[in-house]
């Protein structure tokens, strides 16, 4: 934001000119300091601190009366976007939250494609249905989009989705309102995070961000040396994702693989991506199969590994033609 564009008294705007600084710039000085800068009274520096600060606010205060009826979206902690399954919706107290980045980390093979795919087509409802009546913006890393799934679940939505009146389902044209983005190294993804998803985030266009996968681009560019430069760039991918979260009151979904250290599995990128994340979810392939009519699968569980609002617990799944179910008995 530049100062000259600030609503300053003449004289305050003239000390401002003298300083040459950008409102951001002016948050960091004390008063002392700008005082010295601008030639400006204290009193006037004060004028100058209170526009930078309102000026450099993402979002106006929202007051008591504006939460109570409900016209501030952004900072309704319940709202959520459904997974499109009422067994998983539960384990999620109603799927994934709106305003923060959400981690699905898992083995190949276990579903988590599956999953996110199923979350570009859920956000499409509208929100009776459990959806964000938007489309998605898909960015692939390391494999290309799989388009002819989605065409299936597409076509197989009224059976996921029997609870939706099937004459809704027929209007909504799921295959325009996925967005897809190839990202094949950290410099394209902060380009398609900093520039392409902020408009499509802007105009309405999509309520969620999905990443498949967020391993793969840290796991290729650094050697075990440049863990601190890793760690750098990964803070600076996270915080981008949480002020376009934030700031669209979109959910974030980061698809994750695994390491495997003696026995045990972990998501992969360690403590310090850990940290970033608000939700962690873990998708396991298990050894058993399920069978539903005349499709079988291989039994899946999806277990809540650290959530605010949730308990550490987990559900059977399975995946099929329609997507992916809970499994309940
Ligand atoms: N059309 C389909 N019908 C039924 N099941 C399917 C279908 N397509 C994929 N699957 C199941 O989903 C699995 C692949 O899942 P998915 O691609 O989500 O894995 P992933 O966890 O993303 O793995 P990776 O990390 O390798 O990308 C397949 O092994 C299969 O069991």
Redesign the pocket.
């Known amino acids: 934001m530049d100062l000259q564009q600030l609503d300053l008294r003449p004289r305050v705007a003239a000390g401002v000119r003298r300083g040459e600084r950008a409102a951001a710039d002016v948050l960091r000085l004390s008063g002392l300091e700008l005082q010295r800068l601008t030639g400006l009274s204290l009193s006037d520096v004060q004028q100058l601190l209170t526009a930078a600060a309102t000026a450099c606010r993402p979002h106006p205060p929202v007051s008591a009366i504006l939460l109570h009826r409900g016209e501030c979206l952004r900072l309704e902690s319940g709202l959520r976007l459904s997974v499109g399954c009422p067994v998983l919706d539960q384990l999620l107290r109603g799927g994934l939250p709106v305003g923060g980045v959400t981690e699905l980390s ?11 795919l199923q979350l570009c087509l859920s956000v499409q409802y509208p929100a009776q249905q459990g959806g964000l009546d938007s489309g998605a913006v898909y960015i692939c890393t390391e ?1 290309s989009f ?1 388009i002819r ?1 989605l065409q ?1 679940l597409i076509r197989e939505q009224s059976c996921l989705r029997s609870d939706v009146p099937p004459s809704l389902i027929s209007t909504l044209p799921f295959g325009d309102r996925v967005y897809v983005e190839h990202a094949a190294d950290l410099d394209s993804l902060q380009v398609c995070l900093s520039r392409r998803v902020p408009l499509l985030l802007t105009r309405g266009l999509v309520r969620l961000l999905v990443i ?2 967020v391993a793969a681009l840290f796991r290729c560019e650094f050697q075990a040396a440049d863990w601190l430069e890793r760690t750098k760039q990964m803070l600076s991918v996270s915080s981008t994702l949480h002020r376009l979260s934030q700031e669209f009151t979109t959910p974030v979904l980061c ?1 994750n ?1 695994v390491t495997h250290t003696c026995y045990l599995v972990s998501p992969a990128l360690g403590l310090a991506w850990a940290n970033q994340v608000m939700v962690r979810l873990m ?1 396991r ?1 298990l050894q058993a199969t399920v069978a539903r009519g005349d ?1 079988r ?2 039994l899946r569980r999806l277990e809540v590994v650290f959530a605010p609002h949730l308990a550490r617990d987990g559900r059977d799944a399975g ?3 329609e997507g992916v179910r809970g499994v309940t008995d």
């Open positions: 898992g083995e190949s093979g276990a579903g988590k494609t599956q999953l996110a494999d799989p799934r299936q498949d996968s698809v693989q998708m392939r499709q699968s291989a995946v099929w033609r």
